[in-house]
């Protein structure tokens, strides 16, 4: 039973670029939700997709943008890529029970480095 | 937005020693959730919280939601070096964003 499986694992990229991080759910799962978690805090919350939908988004720019597939799978793409985007970006997975009380089921995430 | 807040920011303890970390609200939550996150790794669920005045246990690790559900603490007795991470409580704002506190850091000395 395969977990929640994130690439790449790191990234390198200068000021200004734009990167795409991928997830693929825990089998079984349908919900996914990115966050951004800075060196030293705790996970914030990007935005959270569920039958190709965003449903709810934390205070991040629109630099940051989503998609989910109909496999489930997930991107997260970020624009305009600044110094205070670097960060471990972490996948987590769900399944959708209609109320917000579901455990989080974590990637081990992809570390964002920007030069 | 929904913020719960974290104390202490560190822990560091004797091997075999308890403590206890604590998480605050400042409004009524409808659950909460403990998470693990050892150095390097992601964060792991460890036990949702529903019931006013609910204890869990977990083998050394003890959860409890206040009876007004704006608070909970985790506590770890007989602490060993298996112990060693960050300790995050999380509640939903709402249906789907959670959010999550800054985390207790937990070190050991043998």
């Known amino acids: 039973d395969a977990g929640v499986t994130q690439s790449p694992t790191h990234l390198i990229k200068t000021r200004g670029q734009q990167v795409t991080l991928r997830c693929s759910p825990k089998s079984g799962h349908d919900t996914v939700s990115w966050y951004q978690q800075a060196l030293g805090q705790g996970p914030q919350f990007i935005f959270q997709?569920?039958?190709?939908?965003?449903?709810q988004r934390g205070n991040f720019p629109d630099r940051f943008s989503g998609h989910q597939f109909p496999n489930y799978s997930s991107e997260l793409n970020v624009n305009a890529l600044l110094l205070g985007d670097s960060a471990l970006y972490l996948c987590?997975?769900?399944?959708?029970?209609?109320?917000?009380?579901?455990?989080?089921?974590f990637g081990d995430g992809t570390r964002l480095s920007i030069l | 937005g929904q913020q719960v807040m974290q104390i202490p920011q560190y822990q560091h303890v004797q091997e075999g020693e308890d403590f206890t970390t604590y998480c605050n609200s400042s409004?009524?939550?409808?659950?909460i959730q403990w998470y693990k996150q050892r150095p390097g790794g992601h964060p792991v669920f460890l036990i949702q919280l529903v019931k006013s005045g609910e204890v869990k246990k977990q083998k050394r690790l003890t959860f409890q939601f206040g009876e007004a559900k704006k608070n909970s603490s985790l506590h770890i007795t007989a602490t060993q070096t298996t112990d060693v991470g960050t300790y995050f409580c999380a509640a939903y704002s709402n249906d789907y964003k959670l959010s999550f506190g800054a985390g207790t850091t937990v070190t050991v000395r043998a």
């Open positions: 409004t009524t939550l409808s659950n």
């Open positions: 987590a997975s769900s399944f959708q029970s209609g109320r917000g009380n579901q455990p989080q089921h």
């Open positions: 997709y569920y039958e190709e939908e965003e449903r």
